[in-house]
């Protein structure tokens, strides 16, 4: 039997995971030579790609010595927690990197948090040793206070720690140490993290973290065998949450090798492999011995705390640049997100919408923006938090906040935060002239706050935040304060109104974009939304073939992506998402409703 160790590599967003497996995959020789290998490996998604983050936690395995260690790499960025919260059930161990400069952030402390209660010893990771701010001390104690405040028991604070530059391929016990290679943490992960329990020779229980496809196997369900063996061509029961059973035969048994996928015969207790052949296979499935089936725990993560509600695209344009509209399609789509992603709801609303729910902005983002690459065209409302009631008491969900800015900016920041119901708990000066304010804020306060705080901060400000509890709701929070441009008329825009409105505010268009009646255009410099024309031409002259255009000096409009849009928007407001498109427009496209409904507001107040 082969010596296993399963890990999984947790952090905050962007310290330096998804770098450190690169190279732990190279350094354990698990590439062919001839192999070319892209940075940050684990990262395959295009998304991910792109935006140089981990979404969907991966797993990979490499060999060390008589070791096969199977690594899964966790996404950092809060609004994913719950793809580490499902992952550490899987492991036996844990890296937690922390940046050598940044300290602990938020989202070190959630995902620490749930490591130590499901009993791991994390194996301490400061990370980015190598940048001029380290300041690998002041870190470690970080770490070693946040252990004690999580009441971790004396085996975890026992913790061992390493000091490592995963982007220079290095890892060494002490700082006074030689940068050499990756040795220290192997040793460290064979030595600290235990081997996995369960016996090869007891009836199959496995369970299934994550879900994949093939095109010529279909649904493949990748799981840890907790007990027994997993045989390919044997038949074994799949035990769902519900309770409900199904039998079926293992038609592909793969397993893992660097970035490949082999195809074997059998796996036992302790390892890591995907499983073909269970057509209905879902996240938390058990996969049992069929004479002797005992389901393992469901499993449960953090529930939502940020819903939004999608529609059915109804504007003028609807249909002319998407491929799938329809609510049905919409409905199915959702239906097939959220069998894969347990962090996330659905919700039919009757009238062609659906309520998602997820952990965040950026989560829900990343959905609607796979939706519209897949040619997908609907609507979004503004986001809402979501509200529990705890014995007659209306709840709420609360962030941990931490924003790191310039002395200069300390004071706007606060006097900003504190307009959002959020309650300062520190204020600690750094070495690099910045200081690092904490607070507790209701979730609510922060939607559309990174656009206005970096305004406030000249982009110099850094903010990050993750989710706390739930706590009694804190009453209205105040939200965006310019009103909107909204267009009177449908067409394309020109550039001689363009020009005339960037007096007005911030422009969201450029010359020849199609609007129309309802459409918001950009961002008023006063509160309270304006009317204007975007498409009134200079008096019966042909600007463009005359040349005139030209003189006209446009400023860049704003660009409005769907993660802007989200942030920005006001509850009579809705994002129009197309394959090629983001709009902004009024829920109700009428300005005389408009008008009157306004008016009502007024009168209510
Ligand atoms: N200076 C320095 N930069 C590093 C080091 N390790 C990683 N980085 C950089 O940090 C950035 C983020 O690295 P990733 O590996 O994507 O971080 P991550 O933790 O996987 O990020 P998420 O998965 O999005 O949470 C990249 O630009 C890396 O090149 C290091 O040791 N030193
Ligand atoms: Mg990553």
Known sequence: MQKIKNIAVIAHVDHGKTTLVDQLLQQSGTYEAHQEVQERAMDSDAIEKERGITILSKNTAITYGEHKINIIDTPGHADFGG????????VDGVLLLVD???????????????AIAFGLIPVVVINKIDKDGSDPDRVMDEVFDLLVALDANEDQLEFPVLYAAARDGYAKWEMEDENKDMTPLFDAIIEHVPYPKGSADADTQAQVFTLDSDNFVGRIGITRIFNGKVKKGDEYLLVKADGSKSKSRVSKLIGFKGLDRIDIDEAEAGDIVAIAGFNDIDV???VCDKSNPVALDPMHVEEPTLSVIMSVNDGPLAG???KHVTSNKIRDRLEKEMETNIAMRMEPMGDASFKVSGRGELQIGILAENMRREGFEFMLARPEVVTKEENGV???????????????????AIEKLGKRKANMTSLVPMPDGTVRLEFEIPARGLIGFRNEFLTDTKGEGIMNHSYLEYRPYSGTVESRTPGALVSMDNGEAVAFSIFNLQARGVMFISPQDKVYSGMVIGESARPGDLDVNPLKGKQLTNMRTSGADDAI????????TLESAMEWIEDDELIEITPISVRIRKKSLDPIVRKRAARDKKNSK
């Open 83 to 90: 793809e580490v919260e499902r992952v550490l059930k899987m």
């Open 100 to 114: 050598a400069q940044e300290g602990v952030m938020p989202q070190t402390k959630f995902v620490l948090k749930k």
């Open 284 to 286: 938390g499935d058990s």
């Open 320 to 322: 002319q640049e998407g």
């Open 394 to 412: 209306k709840m709420e969900p609360f962030e941990h906040l931490v924003v790191d800015v310039p002395e200069e900016f300390q004071g706007v």
């Open 553 to 560: 000096k446009l400023v860049k409009p704003r660009d409005i």
